[in-house]
């Protein structure tokens, strides 16, 4: 078979195919019943489903560049180093405790959580005790017991105001954001796509050496 036979090729019934355009910037959406299922694909490419109703979508990109930490929540901070420490060979974390003021979809107000940063390599690990005030974005999904419960990646940010910017144009699900002296975040919600949220952050130089950053 011909290239060009294979980039003609369909499936109009129980395989359907829907060939990517070439640019390659196209998204596709398969369907059943209630369940959606997308992915992307290459230029020229075809893709197929059995039973599914193919149709084409062009949703907004949530950028995962700079990727950097793994966030967890957990009910007893204390126990959760003990659990990366002595499990996991994470020998050393800085531990804040954290009070500022947030905007988020639950309502605007202040914040109480003790935090944890450690490092692997590259990757930050982030242990997150929420304590008091607009603390629903931790809470909301909190398992009962002392075992962290993984809640967010992030990705650090350089230019802040064009990004935020873009959040708004985009109209990404903004759940939570916050400004204070060197750091600015926000975290959106992925679940839908990956079953958690995202944190994008600008940091300070100074900051983010102090929290252990290279």
């Known amino acids: 078979m011909t290239k060009g036979e294979l980039d003609s090729l369909r499936f ?12 390659g910037n196209s998204a596709f959406s398969l369907t059943r019943g209630e369940k959606d299922f997308s992915r992307s694909n290459s230029p020229g490419r075809t893709i197929f489903a059995s039973n599914y109703e193919c149709s084409e979508r062009r949703d907004t990109i949530m950028k995962m560049n700079n990727f950097f930490q793994h966030g967890y929540i957990a009910r007893n901070l204390d126990t959760a180093i003990a659990t990366f420490k002595n499990l996991h060979g994470v020998e050393n974390f800085l531990i ?3 009070s500022n003021e947030v905007k988020t979809k639950w ?18 690990i982030e242990l997150i005790e929420p304590n008091g005030g607009m603390i629903d974005l931790y809470t909301e999904n ?4 002392d075992i962290p419960h993984f809640h967010h990646i992030g990705m650090r940010i350089f230019d ?18 916050a400004d204070v002296p060197g750091c600015s975040y926000i975290y959106i ?3 839908e796509q ?18 252990g950053g290279k």
Request: negative net charge; aromatic residues 12%; glycine residues 10%.
């Open 12 to 23: 109009n019934l129980n395989g359907i195919g829907s060939k990517v355009p070439a640019n």
């Open 96 to 98: 804040l405790d954290i």
């Open 107 to 124: 309502g605007n107000g202040p914040q109480y959580v003790r935090v944890a940063l450690g490092w692997v390599d590259d990757l930050q």
């Open 142 to 145: 909190l398992p009962d017991g």
């Open 160 to 177: 802040w105001e064009s990004f935020r910017a873009e959040v708004t144009a985009q109209g990404w699900p903004v759940v939570c954001e």
């Open 189 to 191: 919600d992925a679940r």
């Open 194 to 211: 990956l079953g958690h949220y995202i944190e994008y952050m600008w940091m300070s130089d100074e900051l983010w050496t102090m929290t």
